[in-house]
């Protein structure tokens, strides 16, 4: 049997047990009369056998010696469903704990998202409303780019109006001057030409008289002369002694004359060298004599010894620094010993800090510096040659040790073989390579140009280092725009000036989105720039330089530069048309 005295093995009494028939009205039909009937039919047909079964088996379970361990376990059984519906009540409550916690996660998920797309949407406006606000700023400027031009046309026709008017005035002013001239000088001719006739008698008179005069003075005289000589000459030719003296004076005289403009030449060379500076040097820190004596106040503070970093104002690239710190160290330590300097190329764009930094370089090293251009000489034609021997010649009787910079030296010392050199140049150069062939421990020979590629082999052979100079990068342009914001705007603005202040606005922003800007720019276009932040607070009419006055001379100076490398395409293109043409010829 499945179950013992109507108890089942999982602690449950079985429903066939008691054999209970469905009521009749479980279905919720039929009338009270007819549920009456049916009842008394359920209770007529009611089987109480199982009852009378479980009743006897109960009494032999009494009576049996495990009755003990049977309830034993049915307790058992009991104790242990207790457990599983406690375990399965436990799942159930973890299974819902879990369910809440996912719920709960899944809910953050939706929150997250949501943030997102919140922060998406007002990034979207945020974007939006920037895009707007520059095309307002975008709009602004073209209006009133629009509104200057107009003006500008205005003032301009103005301008033409009144230069035709002066112009009108001044040709009717000058048409009646002419006219006022000419019958003045109508009725003197006039004038003139009635008084000769009615005096042409008494003039002819007086012409033949002066001439016959003239005559008589112009006769005597020769005749006095030729006797005067004459006798000279006869009275020297019989006078031998005479004779020598006057050659030996003669020859005396000549001789005096030639060794007096010798002498005179080979001083004044002399003093150029040693007291003056030649003319092919523009600037130098060597003191002359005369210089001294012109500026003693200026004489004096270059004496004044200065020491600092090398590279103190110069901003260039870190690997830049870095290399021409080496360069500065190794001239210094040369210079104090003795040693033989080197020659320097340093090339690339204009405005990147080359001659800047030749000058740090010679006041670092404890060395005068001269600086030269190759565009005053080339057109020196045959003296060029001249005029490089006396800068040579000067720069290696500085005691001290001279830098000798040439800028633009692609002028002068392009190749031999271009087509654009003249035999004037030619000559210049060979005595370039003359007086550069040896290394030197007078003079350091530093050269710079924009395109070295049109250098001679010769030249390049004379280089013992090249260092670029490339345009400044991002980091680069915002260290020069803050300097120059600071040496143009800020200081003045600090030192009291009373036509110079600023507004509030955040100026390191500022130069950093300008730095940005700026790419392709020089360092001094960026300083150009800073003296037009100046020059836009002088021209205001409070003073006051304002951000949109900053910007707006950063946008114009970016216009132009642009403009510039424009026309600079144009012109290579030019120039390499010709030479194709010039060779092909």
């Not at 006057?246 to 060298?273: D, H, N, P, Q």
């Not at 040693?274 to 003191?287: A, D, N, Y």
Request: proline share 3%; hydrophobic share 35%.
């Amino acid at each position: 049997m499945s179950w013992l005295f109507g108890i089942r093995k999982d602690g449950g009494i079985p429903p066939e047990a008691f054999n209970i028939p469905t009521p009749p009205d479980a279905d919720g039909g039929g009338d009270d009369k007819s549920r009456k009937n049916k009842g008394s039919t359920a209770f007529a047909n009611f089987d109480s056998r199982p009852f009378e079964v479980a009743a006897k088996a109960v009494k032999e379970l009494e009576q049996s010696k495990h009755a003990k361990d049977a309830f034993e376990l049915v307790k058992l059984q009991e104790a242990t469903k207790q457990m599983e519906y406690q375990a399965e009540l436990k799942k159930m409550e973890a299974h819902i704990e879990q369910t809440r916690i996912e719920q709960k996660r899944l809910e953050a998920e939706e929150r997250r998202k949501t943030i997102q797309e919140e922060t998406r949407q007002h990034q979207q406006r945020a974007q939006y409303q920037d895009q707007l606000a520059r095309k307002r700023y975008e709009d602004q400027l073209l209006q009133q780019q629009r509104m200057n031009e107009e003006n500008l046309r205005k003032q301009e026709e103005s301008v033409a109006k009144q230069e035709a008017l002066r112009k009108a005035t001044i040709e009717h002013e000058m048409n009646l001057r002419s006219k006022a001239e000419q019958e003045k000088v109508r009725a003197k001719m006039k004038a003139r030409a009635e008084f000769e006739r009615e005096n042409h008698d008494i003039i002819m008179e007086q012409i033949r008289v002066k001439a016959a005069e003239n005559r008589k003075t112009i006769l005597e005289s020769i005749t006095t002369a030729g006797s005067v000589i004459g006798a000279g000459a006869q009275s020297l030719l019989k006078d031998w002694d005479k004779t020598m003296v006057a050659v030996g004076g003669l020859s005396l005289l000549a001789l005096g004359v030639y060794s007096a403009k010798a002498s005179t030449s080979v001083t004044a060379r002399y003093i150029e060298a040693r007291l003056g500076k030649p003319t092919l040097v523009r600037e130098t820190s060597r003191i002359s004599l005369l210089e001294a004596l012109k500026h003693p106040i200026l004489t004096a503070k270059k004496l004044k010894p200065k020491s600092g970093d090398t590279l103190s104002g110069v901003i260039l690239a870190p690997t830049l620094e870095e290399r021409l710190r080496d360069v500065a160290i190794a001239t210094k330590n040369t210079k104090k010993n003795g040693g033989m300097y080197r020659n320097i190329l340093m090339y690339g764009p204009p405005g990147t800090g080359k001659t800047m930094f030749v000058k740090k370089l010679a006041t670092h090293s404890g060395m005068d510096y001269a600086i030269l251009t190759g565009g005053d000489v080339a057109p020196m034609g045959s003296e060029g040659v001249t005029a490089i021997h006396k800068v040579f010649d000067w720069a290696s009787s500085s005691r001290k040790g001279l830098l000798l910079f040439i800028d633009e030296a692609d002028a002068f010392l392009r190749k031999r073989s271009s087509v654009y050199i003249s035999e004037n140049l030619r000559a210049m150069l060979n005595a370039f390579l003359y007086r550069t062939g040896e290394q030197s421990n007078k003079f350091m020979l530093v050269l710079a140009s924009n395109t070295p590629e049109q250098f001679d082999w010769a030249v390049n052979d004379r280089l013992d280092e090249m260092v670029e100079f490339s345009l400044p990068g991002l980091e680069e342009r915002e260290r020069l725009v803050r300097l120059y914001f600071d040496k143009f705007v800020l200081e003045p603005a600090a030192s009291g000036s009373k036509r110079l202040k600023v507004a509030q606005f955040d100026y390191g922003a500022l130069c950093s989105e300008m730095a940005r800007l700026t790419a392709g720019m020089s360092g001094r276009e960026i300083a150009k720039l800073g003296v037009a932040w100046q020059a836009a607070a002088y021209a205001s009419e409070d003073g006051v330089l304002t951000e949109k006055m900053v910007m707006d001379r950063c946008l114009s100076a970016i216009k132009q530069h642009k403009q510039k490398v424009e026309w600079q395409s144009d012109q290579e293109r030019q120039e390499s048309k010709s030479v194709t043409f010039s060779e092909a010829s």
